[in-house]
């Protein structure tokens, strides 16, 4: 008898699902459901950039579609294929993405009275229109509760719930006054499957809990009634319908319907995992462990690494997130991430390539990446800043933009591409030293997502400005692979080491540093961190009147 | 009986003609001629973007099929016309463009055994080879003779004559040692027609002389030995085969041959006047008089204006070139300029503008154009710095390269087209500005160039940075007029005064300020200083942290 889990990942523009066995580590399906609203699935207000929503229709549309669609493949590939030996569902999304929701845990944006009002739709993590009310969390957090804001890096982000929360009061107060409650998209939809969404009774994840909601056992969960009403007596009213404990993913939300299980194909009452933000359930597909830290390289990046919960772990300033068992049950999560790196060249290619590069994008991407492979570092003569969507780690502030500099006359648009790959390694750099001065071990980095799979020079360009050798996870989708792996464990019936250690596998290629090309980079890296400090830093002074002659001179001799 | 001049301009890419009646100012006949060689007439190096070199035959062919074409226009428009009656012909060009000539004044590049060697061709303008020239010659000249140096700025510039040469003497010794002399471009043409090629005949002009030589007659013309041997021994010698004394545009240069007479239609010996740089030219076309300040928008830039040389004037640090008798006679010539300007906008056309705008380049322009016109100052969020080719006025600096900031995920080829023109207005201020410090008088601004003429938004975008109304010549070609103008005075028969009255015309249109315009584009201007001065001056310390976000505070601003 065989033993499988499924495992269904939520991201920015569509959802998926993964099927696999437990014992093979194989995975026998997997199906894409883009999200058909807004674009890309994504609401905007062209009167503001930083507005992100999503549909939550979109969302329940999706389950069934992936999860038959995936059944289905499964029956194909392995004819005895039987979806009773299906043990456990885990489910994983993007965050923090809260959604008002009614008494009875029905969201906002489905009732006919808040059709077409954005704020009453859930609010994308993208969504940066909370700068102001994160301002002003950091600032009385800083006064009130300086614990709070120790674990989140030491800034409060406009990405993260209570921000969301309380803009969504102040410019929509008749939709905040009109919700019940607010849950994560990762708790809900566990939620809707078990048949749990009222909100008293929905098992909310620590993962999101943690690193978004400043929730934390040692201070008794989420932030006390005194501090929140100090930003809105009406936040502290929204705290007592809330909840009091969160539970890391190897504990299960509750039992799958039978109305579900028989609109999906799978038995009723398999145990659905407490879910958890993509790059935890990620990390743990692509198998973290202490000392290893796992890059998720999507639209966004996130950089996951784990440390026994026994060590002694301070702030470490602009680290967003440390949350005891948000990735690991028993470790601390490290969370870090760039809020925009794939996305900044789909951006990038959309917007500035011309189509002598080619006719459709992956054309661009193709013959951007074919001419870029051929340059040497430095022979661009250009730099970035990896900040079109503000700077999440290490800077925590979405009040920054991007900025290139070294253009001639005759710069071209792969070189450009190649200057924004090279930003975003910086800034993923910038990460890992932030974490290493302060006592976190990174001894092995394990690349996830579509950019580590598809973009062999890219990885290449990484492993040469990171300087030390990457490796990619075999599988294509680790985060939906630990999202299924949650599914099982969380029925009790098997362990999370016996499911890494059946599941988590590397490819066999692998990207060393090339050393002259790292030495290079080394010096480029100065002028970025010159740069990144000069425009990220609050009240620092900069010489910047080298940094231009410096680029040239590289490039003269990266040339010759 | 009528009188008419023809007035030859060589561009970067092409030369035209322009004949005149010199009574009414009627334009009779002009025609172009695109340089046949290189990339758009270009000389390139792929290994190094800074080499830009032309073709010699390229200029001679040009001659007689602009000067052929002019006339049989002019014999279709006006019947009578007989080109008899044509009294002067004067020419203008690029310049420092200097050419590598034997003892009888062929370009080497014209002798079959320089064919394909690109040092023995001419060096464009824009050529920025010598760089490491230009700044040895700007700190020996600090030392031995500052007075060298303050009538050009501070700054010897590696767009200009000594460093030019100085660089094809270190990287080129055969061509350097076959060159029996050099000659300006704008020299070299009207000594063709005259049939005084032969060095010691050439009748030199004092606007290349003084702009880009270091040539006054204060410190007895070139400068002297002494210092020219302490760059290297080769240049003193050379200096005995260049010239004494150079001549301001009324002079003539010598009389039509017969042979060029039959060849183009003329009748021989009319005066060919000295030749001049095309901005000088194209000053005296548009009106240029004391207090009113040219502006040639172009591909670069040139800012002309003159004051009486009864004035005192001192020296304008980082103003290129302050130079008696180069523009109007009895007047010092101030000159400054914008290495890039048009060029920026081309660049980006053809390298970063996606074909959704348009199939070729003038949809492209014409559709961004239409899209950034319902912009407000601001709206982009973005700024940028207007150093693709580097700085001329004031930083005299081609070791500066382009830079934008302020990229969203939103931002779209339009928005940094608006930001591209934005910044050389921006770069236009600063330059006006520093004229102003200096007690230069700016009352009145002509401009001429293709973009006055045919980019209505860009002119409004100017006038709201410039904050005053701006004027458009009439002519489409200034520089040409200016050319013929001197033309015709180069024979004595008529006076300068009386053509600038007779053919120095204003369009109707004229571009007011729009106070709110202006308004924020004094606090955008305020941010651009902070960056110009930040990367552009050596030793500055800046703090820049604000800068992102201030843009963002202005972008919210106006789009509310």
Same mark, same amino acid.
């Given at each position: 008898?065989?033993?499988?889990? @499924? *495992? $269904?990942?939520?991201? &920015?523009?569509?959802?998926?699902?993964?099927? /696999? !066995?437990? %014992?093979?580590?194989?995975?026998?399906?997997?199906?894409?459901?883009?999200?058909?609203?807004?674009?890309?699935?994504?609401?905007?207000?062209?009167?503001?950039?930083?507005?992100?929503?999503?549909?939550?229709?979109?969302?329940?549309?999706?389950?069934?579609?992936?999860?038959?669609?995936?059944?289905?493949?499964?029956?194909?590939?392995?004819?005895?294929?039987?979806?009773?030996?299906? @043990? *456990? $569902?885990?489910?994983? &999304?993007?965050?923090?993405?809260?959604?008002? /929701? !009614?008494? %009875?845990?029905?969201?906002?944006?489905?009732?006919?009275?808040?059709?077409?009002?954005?704020?009453?739709?859930?609010?994308?993590?993208?969504?940066?229109?909370?700068?102001?009310?994160?301002?002003?969390?950091?600032?009385?957090?800083?006064?009130?509760?300086?614990?709070?804001?120790?674990?989140?890096?030491?800034?409060?982000?406009?990405?993260?719930?209570?921000?969301?929360?309380?803009?969504?009061?102040?410019?929509?107060?008749?939709?905040?006054?009109?919700?019940?409650?607010?849950?994560?998209?990762?708790?809900?939809?566990?939620?809707?499957?078990?048949?749990?969404?009222?909100?008293?009774?929905?098992?909310?994840?620590?993962?999101?809990?943690?690193?978004?909601?400043?929730?934390?056992?040692?201070?008794?969960?989420?932030?006390?009634?005194?501090?929140?009403?100090?930003?809105?007596?009406?936040?502290?009213?929204?705290?007592?319908?809330?909840?009091?404990?969160?539970?890391?993913?190897?504990?299960?939300?509750?039992?799958?319907?039978?109305?579900?299980?028989?609109?999906?194909?799978?038995?009723?009452?398999?145990?659905?995992?407490?879910?958890?933000?993509?790059?935890?359930?990620?990390?743990?597909?692509?198998?973290?462990?202490?000392?290893?830290?796992?890059?998720?390289?999507?639209?966004?990046?996130?950089?996951?690494?784990?440390?026994?919960?026994?060590?002694?772990?301070?702030?470490?300033?602009?680290?967003?997130?440390?949350?005891?068992?948000?990735?690991?049950?028993?470790?601390?999560?490290?969370?870090?991430?760039?809020?925009?790196?794939?996305?900044?060249?789909?951006?990038?290619?959309?917007?500035?390539?011309?189509?002598?590069?080619?006719?459709?994008?992956?054309?661009?991407?193709?013959?951007?990446?074919?001419?870029?492979?051929?340059?040497?570092?430095?022979?661009?003569?250009?730099?970035?800043?990896?900040?079109?969507?503000?700077?999440?780690?290490?800077?925590?502030?979405?009040?920054?933009?991007?900025?290139?500099?070294?253009?001639?006359?005759?710069?071209?648009?792969?070189?450009?591409?190649?200057?924004?790959?090279?930003?975003?390694?910086?800034?993923?750099?910038?990460?890992?030293?932030?974490?290493?001065?302060?006592?976190?071990?990174?001894?092995?980095?394990?690349?996830?997502?579509?950019?580590?799979?598809?973009?062999?020079?890219?990885?290449?360009?990484?492993?040469?400005?990171?300087?030390?050798?990457?490796?990619?996870?075999?599988?294509?989708?680790?985060?939906?692979?630990?999202?299924?792996?949650?599914?099982?464990?969380?029925?009790?019936?098997?362990?999370?080491?016996?499911?890494?250690?059946?599941?988590?596998?590397?490819?066999?290629?692998?990207?060393?540093?090339?050393?002259?090309?790292?030495?290079?980079?080394?010096?480029?890296?100065?002028?970025?961190?010159?740069?990144?400090?000069?425009?990220?830093?609050?009240?620092?002074?900069?010489?910047?009147?080298?940094?231009?002659?410096?680029?040239?001179?590289?490039?003269?001799?990266?040339?010759?």
């Amino acid at each position: 008898m065989s033993r499988y889990a @499924i *495992g $269904l990942d939520y991201g &920015t523009n569509s959802c998926r699902s993964l099927l /696999v !066995d437990l %014992d093979t580590g194989e995975e026998l399906g997997s199906v894409v459901f883009p999200y058909p609203s807004g674009e890309l699935g994504i609401l905007t207000d062209p009167s503001d950039p930083h507005v992100a929503r999503q549909h939550p229709q979109d969302y329940l549309d999706g389950i069934v579609a992936i999860i038959t669609g995936a059944l289905s493949q499964a029956k194909a590939v392995r004819p005895g294929f039987d979806a009773g030996e299906v @043990i *456990g $569902l885990g489910i994983d &999304t993007t965050g923090s993405t809260p959604i008002p /929701v !009614d008494a %009875d845990g029905t969201p906002l944006a489905l009732k006919p009275e808040f059709a077409g009002n954005l704020n009453a739709h859930v609010w994308l993590w993208k969504d940066h229109t909370a700068h102001e009310e994160a301002a002003a969390i950091t600032a009385t957090a800083a006064r009130m509760r300086p614990q709070y804001l120790a674990k989140c890096g030491g800034i409060y982000s406009s990405e993260w719930w209570w921000s969301k929360i309380w803009r969504c009061l102040k410019v929509d107060p008749a939709v905040f006054h009109a919700a019940h409650s607010w849950v994560e998209h990762c708790d809900w939809l566990p939620a809707v499957l078990t048949g749990n969404t009222r909100p008293d009774r929905i098992k909310r994840g620590v993962c999101s809990a943690g690193h978004k909601a400043m929730y934390a056992r040692e201070w008794g969960g989420l932030p006390d009634s005194e501090f929140l009403a100090s930003l809105d007596p009406a936040l502290a009213e929204l705290r007592g319908r809330l909840y009091e404990e969160a539970f890391s993913s190897d504990t299960a939300a509750g039992e799958l319907t039978a109305a579900w299980a028989e609109r999906l194909g799978l038995k009723a009452g398999i145990p659905v995992a407490v879910g958890a933000f993509d790059a935890h359930m990620g990390a743990v597909g692509a198998g973290v462990v202490p000392g290893t830290l796992v890059k998720i390289l999507g639209t966004s990046t996130c950089d996951i690494t784990v440390l026994p919960n026994s060590a002694q772990l301070g702030e470490v300033p602009g680290v967003c997130g440390i949350v005891d068992g948000s990735v690991l049950p028993g470790h601390y999560g490290i969370e870090a991430g760039q809020s925009a790196v794939g996305d900044i060249f789909l951006w990038f290619v959309h917007h500035l390539v011309p189509d002598s590069y080619g006719a459709t994008v992956s054309e661009k991407f193709e013959e951007m990446e074919r001419r870029l492979a051929a340059l040497k570092p430095g022979e661009t003569g250009l730099l970035a800043l990896d900040w079109n969507n503000g700077n999440r780690t290490i800077l925590v502030d979405v009040r920054l933009t991007g900025l290139i500099l070294g253009q001639t006359l005759h710069t071209e648009a792969h070189e450009i591409y190649r200057a924004l790959i090279e930003a975003t390694a910086f800034g993923a750099l910038t990460i890992i030293r932030r974490m290493e001065e302060y006592g976190i071990r990174i001894d092995r980095v394990v690349n996830t997502g579509g950019l580590s799979l598809k973009n062999a020079t890219l990885m290449q360009i990484y492993a040469d400005i990171l300087g030390r050798p990457l490796q990619v996870a075999a599988s294509e989708q680790t985060c939906a692979l630990g999202a299924a792996m949650f599914g099982a464990v969380s029925g009790g019936g098997i362990s999370l080491e016996e499911v890494q250690r059946n599941c988590c596998r590397m490819r066999e290629v692998q990207y060393q540093p090339i050393p002259e090309n790292e030495a290079v980079y080394r010096e480029i890296y100065a002028l970025y961190k010159a740069l990144h400090d000069g425009f990220g830093l609050s009240g620092s002074t900069s010489d910047f009147s080298g940094v231009m002659k410096e680029l040239i001179a590289i490039r003269q001799r990266q040339r010759a």
